[in-house]
């Protein structure tokens, strides 16, 4: 089962204005500035569905989009599902009165969206113990249902000397180690992705 079309469905500021929660959906969270939209990029094999910036912190918006997989059944060549790229956290340069409003939309995302199935929690190859990941991992494993998994992936591991990378991969068996530049942990996700959506 491979992704062969993605599109944005649309932005959304909370729950109450995104789309009908009818298909399962992926969320996409971690720090401003960890690589989150090229990784949807290279996912999707489509540049630019992800709009990347410069400034860190720049999205605050919940952003949709409709992934299409070709599956090896006849009678259903075809299924959808939806990647959602979350507001990266930290850095962000914002008023407080927005930064509140923006953090509390976005934490009820993850605990009241019923069609939200996988936590895809991207970390920094090169600063995995971070405090403010620690948390964030910390708040996943509070309000995950038994319905949802939080994958662990961490970015930019062709900057990691070959032995730092070994050192990761043994604190973190259960991750996924990508690299967008070098194209690789994209399957090992897409493969981790469909196998618990869709059960291949």
């Known amino acids: 089962m491979k992704i062969v079309d993605a599109k944005f469905l ?13 298909v399962a959906e992926v969320a996409f969270l971690g720090r401003s500035n960890v690589g989150k939209s090229s990784l949807l990029n290279t ?8 709009k990347s910036s410069s400034t860190p912190g720049k999205t605050q918006l919940i952003n949709y989009f409709e992934i299409k997989f070709k599956t090896d059944n006849e009678e ?6 939806r990647f959602v790229d979350l507001p990266g956290f930290g850095y962000a340069k914002v008023a407080k009165s927005l930064k509140a409003q923006w953090n509390r939309n976005l934490t009820e995302y993850l ?7 996988i936590f895809v929690h991207l970390i920094d190859a090169r600063h995995p113990e971070l405090e403010i990941d620690k948390n964030v991992d910390e708040f996943l494993n509070e309000i995950k249902r038994g319905d949802q998994i939080i994958v662990h992936a961490f970015t930019k591991t062709d900057k ?6 070994a050192q990761l991969k043994r604190v973190y068996p259960e991750g ?8 690789r942990g994209i399957m090992d996700l897409q493969n981790k992705i469909t196998g618990y959506l869709f059960g291949n």
């Open 10 to 22: 649309q932005s959304a500021q909370s729950v109450n204005d995104s789309p009908a929660p009818n």
């Open 43 to 50: 996912l999707t094999n489509r540049s630019g569905l992800a």
């Open 76 to 81: 259903m060549p075809y299924i959808y599902s």
């Open 111 to 117: 605990q009241l969206r019923p069609n939200l199935q």
């Open 160 to 165: 990691l000397k070959q032995n730092d990378l």
């Open 176 to 183: 996924i180690f990508i690299s967008n530049l070098k194209k």
